[in-house]
Structures are given as C-alpha cells and as structure tokens.
C-alpha cells in the first residue's frame, strides 16, 4: 500500500508549490535566474496591451520613422508645390502671405469658401512659423497628421470595449497602430484626412457614452465636437443626424433630453457662425461652410461619366475650366456646373441610377486601375473588397446577436458614403470612417476564431 503523506509532507508541499507559483515565469524556465528575451517581451505585453502610452508612442514612432526613412516630407515642387496641400496648402500660402482666405487654384482668383476653413489655416500658421512650402513645415504637417493618426488608436480602444470586449479593443488599437493604409494617409497627405478620423471616432465614442452620464454639460462636448469636425469636413455632418438621434433616444435622464438637444444645437450653430458670416460678408448670400458641391457633382456626372472623378474638368487640370472660374466667380461658376450636371441627370435617371451603383462598388471595393499601373494594384483592390466584406459581416452579427452600438455603426455606415455615391469616390474617402470598420472586421475575426476554438474542445472532448 501506498504510504499515506504526513500533515507536515503535505504543508511542505503546498508551501513549496506556493512558492514555485509565486516566482516569475522567467525565473522557471531559466536555470541562471536571468528572463529570456522572449518571456521578458511577455511581461512588456501584458502591461502594454492596454496602455494608450504605448499604443500612441509606438504609432507615432512608426509613422515619423517612416516621414523620415520614405522622405515623405520632400513633396513634389511641380506646378509651383501644388501637391503641397492642393487647395488647401493654396489658400494656406494666400493666408500667410496676407491676402486672405483665397486663391484655391492658379494666381489670385479672390475669396473662396471652396474648402472648409480649420486645416487651411493650420497650414497658414505651419507656413507663417517654418516657411511656405518648405520641408520644414511638410514636417511638421505631416507629424501633425501623424499624432492625429496615433492619437485614434485611443477611441478605437474605447469604442471596440464598449460595444464588443477587451480583447476586441486590444486588437483593433495595435492593428491601428501598424496598419499601412492609417500611416499611408498620414505620412503623404498634406489634408485633413487624418484628423477627420479621430474626430469622427471620438464623435462615435462620445455618443455612445452619452448612455451612461447624467451630466447635461456633455451635451455641450457634443456640440463642439460637431461643430469642429464640420469646420474640418463638412462631409461628417451626415452623420449628425444619426448620432443626435441615437445620443437623445438612449441618454440616460430623458427627461432632461430636450435641454440637451437645444445646448448642444446651439454650441454646434455657435463654432461655425463665425464661419458662415464671414461666408455671408463674402459672397453676399448664404454659403453653408463650404461652396464647391455643384461643382464636385458635374465632375462625377456629365458626358463621358464612368462612375469616377473626371478630372480633367477641375480647374487646376483645364485651363478654360481655371479661365471660366475666374470670370464668372466662385459661385456663379459653380451654380453653372450644378446645371450642367443636373441637366445631365434629368436625361436619364436610369443612367444615374447606374453610375451611382457604380460609385456604390467602387467605393467598398477600390478603384479600376489602368494596365500600365503596378501588377500588386489588382492585390490591393482584392484586400480593400475583402476589408469591406469582413466590415459588413462583422456588422450583421453586431445587429444580430444585439451588440451595445451595433445600430450605431449600421447608421454610419448607411449615412457617411451616400455623398459619394452621387459624386465620386476615392480611397481616401473612405479613411474617416475606416477605425469604425476596422473594429467590426476584429470582432468578426474574433468571433470566428472563438467558435472554431469551441468546435475544437468539444471535438477532443468527444474523443476522450
């Protein structure tokens, strides 16, 4: 027979397992007592997976080291540095050279409100302090554009364990951080792309906390969140209705909801009345932050439309188009071009009903590429079809299975393209509302992986 161990033997050994529980995984699986590499980045991770510290230093690292190895910030000098900035670096030089917000395209053409105003003027200031067009001020934009694209790894963990669950947030922020389309746009654009993301995900994520304050002042924080991310690109605004709707319907203290709708309606009318006055002073007639829409709309719909941007109708690409805008004005060239293209779709509706579901496939699966174009390009039109196919798989099981926010992401997701589907689409444009669907592609993926783990234990259970 087996000897029975003592109550000593068995208080000693619980002590000694106790004891071996208690050392570092590192001090057990090294006989020197030193931590190997691989268990020290162990420890690192297990600290940093949820530590916005680290999650921005390393984004902002790879994408000022990447400013810095690609040389990004030696844009091209061509057409006097119109690709530093397009319209926008444009009215910056017109800002800091003192002659006002104007001049979008070739020599002085005047006022315009052809972009909205926030990023021109960053630019002005980058101008003013570090030169215009210089490297200096590429750098600095581009770092600018660099921490915005850092900085939205924040929200995005906020969000994902919000409405899904921590290993989701954790996933969808470190995917941020290296994700090459966030440092692509980041680190070679001189726009507003970047920021128009983060402020579109703190947008979301402060609509869905809205559920749990009582505080009416966050109303107040939504309306200046609003009201900023309109003076940046006007675009977001259709989501506004959306996320009001959806803040005012799950707030928690209805009874007050009233108050808040009308504090942050008035904050949000509040930032960009300056703007608009400034429009109204301008041009003598009411212009909604930004003027340049009839124009946009005859550049996607006229003769010869295939569903893209037919660019070579911009002013910066047709002399006669620059000549025109310059005799007839800002507006009254625009409300020629709207004419035009609403002529063009009174025609035939069917035809526009066929552009605009082309505008729909390229939008949530890329561009067409030319033959001559690199042979990786149909490879990136495959990802970008599959990102979207994951994004709107993820969706449907949010709805579901009644995820926290899922009708949210539904709604911008049905709200945010509808403007290019009647345009144009471009890569870029897509970008804003690029953290929300990277979120839904993780959780889909975690979904996934977490019922082929299930089907795996239950089919080892069965075999034992």
């Given amino acids: 027979m087996r ?3 003592s109550s000593r033997d068995q208080d000693s050994g619980g002590s000694s397992r106790r004891i071996e529980r208690s050392f570092p995984l590192s001090m057990k699986s090294s006989g020197s007592g030193v931590a190997s590499p691989r268990n020290s980045l162990a420890r690192w991770w297990r600290s940093a997976r949820t530590s916005f510290f680290w999650m ?3 984004a902002l690292a790879l994408r000022f080291g990447y400013i810095t190895i690609a040389h990004t910030y030696r844009l091209k000098t061509v057409e006097n540095h119109f690709d530093f900035g397009w319209e926008m670096g444009r009215i910056g030089r017109s800002l800091a050279q003192g002659r006002g917000f104007g001049n979008p395209f070739m020599g002085n053409t005047g006022p315009t409100a052809w972009e909205p105003p926030l990023y021109p003027f960053l630019i002005a200031g980058v101008f003013k302090l570090f030169g215009i067009y210089s490297r200096a001020s590429a750098v600095v934009l581009l770092g600018f554009n660099g921490v915005c694209s850092a900085m939205t790894c924040i929200p995005i963990f906020l969000i994902g364990k919000r409405c899904f669950n921590e290993r989701v947030a954790v996933w969808t922020a470190w995917t941020w951080v290296f994700l090459p389309a966030a440092i692509f746009w980041s680190t070679r654009w001189v726009w507003e792309t970047s920021l128009a993301a983060l402020l579109l995900a703190c947008i979301f994520w402060l609509t869905l906390s809205m559920e749990n304050v009582a505080d009416t002042r966050i109303w107040i924080g939504f309306g200046v969140l609003w009201g900023v991310a309109a003076l940046v690109n006007p675009s977001l605004l259709s989501f506004l209705p959306a996320s009001g709707l959806w803040a005012a319907w799950h707030w928690r203290r209805r009874s007050h909801v009233f108050a808040g ?3 942050a309606s008035i904050v949000f009318i509040a930032c960009i009345a300056p703007w608009l006055i400034r429009n109204y002073e301008t041009y003598r007639q009411p212009v909604f932050i930004r003027s340049n829409f009839g124009a946009e709309l005859r550049m996607g719909n006229g003769p010869g439309a295939n569903g893209l941007w037919m660019e070579y109708l911009h002013p910066t690409k047709n002399v006669a188009q620059l000549q025109e805008y310059r005799e007839l004005g800002e507006l009254n060239y625009v409300a020629e071009r709207k004419q035009e293209a609403l002529a063009y779709i ?3 509706y069917g035809r526009f009903a066929g552009l605009c579901l082309k505008r729909f496939i390229y939008y949530w699966s890329g561009l067409p590429h030319s033959p001559d174009e690199s042979r990786l390009a149909p490879l990136g039109n495959t990802l970008y079809l599959a990102s979207s196919i994951l994004a709107f798989w993820g969706l449907g099981r949010a709805l579901r299975k009644q995820q926290p926010g899922a009708q ?22 897509r970008h804003p509302i690029e953290p929300e669907l990277l979120i839904l592609i993780v959780y889909v993926i975690s979904e996934a992986e977490t019922r082929a783990g299930k089907t795996a234990h239950s089919g080892s259970m069965l075999s034992t």
């Avoid at 709604?411 to 471009?426: D, E, G, Q, R």
């Fill in 56 to 58: 921005v230093l390393i």
């Fill in 261 to 263: 709708v009308i504090a």
């Fill in 346 to 348: 009174r025609e035939d």
């Fill in 408 to 429: 949210l992401f539904m709604w911008l997701a049905l709200c945010y393209p509808l403007i290019y589907y009647v345009v144009y689409p471009h890569p870029r444009y």
């Fill in 3 to 5: 000897a029975r161990p």
